[in-house]
T-cell receptor, first 113, second 114 residues
């Protein structure tokens, strides 16, 4: 059974640019949640999508957005990148909406220069 | 923002010993308390989780102890092995989800010395 796949694994962007990250959940999982991981703040919740609808959103600015497609694959977008957006972005999939039973991907390491 | 406080920040244990990591939470609405293990270059992997209706849950060498009145829970790793060396995160949240998703502790870097 394939795990959660995140692409790309590494990304370097310049301040002011925008970036799109992709997440393919485990087959059959309908919920995708996104987290930002930094050494200072740890893991912080960005948002959750279930059946193509955003169910919950964390305390991040509007520059952070996402969407989910009918096949449950999800993308997140960060516009007008700032140096502080440098982080490991993790997506987690689960069967149902909510926090139960996450399986995380290996993440996308974003560096903003 | 609701916090989950995790301690210690780092821990060194001899092979065969018991590793103990503690967490405390604030929000009494939380009803799901998982522990995650993360190796370098990988995402966190769910180790074990507990609900507040039980005080202890054991899976192999891993045990969660839960104290609802004190709002504390801990992870015990029995017979610790070098392969257990990783970063461990506790987390807490409403199982049904919510605006904050899961709230994670800051992590414990565990080293098991052979």
């Amino acid at each position: 059974k394939a795990g959660v796949t995140q692409t790309p694994r590494y990304l370097i962007k310049t301040r002011g640019q925008q970036v799109t990250l992709s997440c393919s959940p485990i087959s059959g999982h309908r919920s995708v949640s996104w987290y930002q991981q930094t050494p200072g703040q740890g893991l912080q919740f960005l948002f959750e999508y279930f059946s193509e609808t955003q169910r919950n959103k964390g305390n991040f600015p509007g520059r952070f957005s996402g969407r989910q497609f009918s096949n449950s694959r999800s993308e997140m977008n960060v516009s007008t990148l700032e140096l502080g957006d440098s982080a490991l972005y993790l997506c987690a999939s689960s069967l149902l909406t909510g926090n139960y039973g996450y399986t995380f991907g290996s993440g996308t390491r974003l560096t903003v220069v | 923002q609701q916090q989950v406080k995790q301690s210690p920040q780092s821990l060194i244990v001899q092979k065969g010993g018991i590793s103990i990591i503690n967490c405390a939470y604030e929000n009494t609405a939380f009803d799901y308390f998982p522990w995650y293990q993360q190796f370098p270059g990988k995402g966190p992997a769910l180790l074990i989780a507990i609900r507040p209706d039980v005080s202890e849950k054991k899976e192999g060498r891993f045990t969660i102890s839960f104290n609802k009145s004190a709002k504390q829970f801990s992870l015990h790793i029995m017979d610790s092995q070098p392969g257990d060396s990783a970063t461990y995160f506790c987390a807490a949240g409403p199982s049904g989800g919510g605006a904050d998703g899961l709230t994670f502790g800051k992590g414990t870097h565990l080293i098991i010395q052979p």
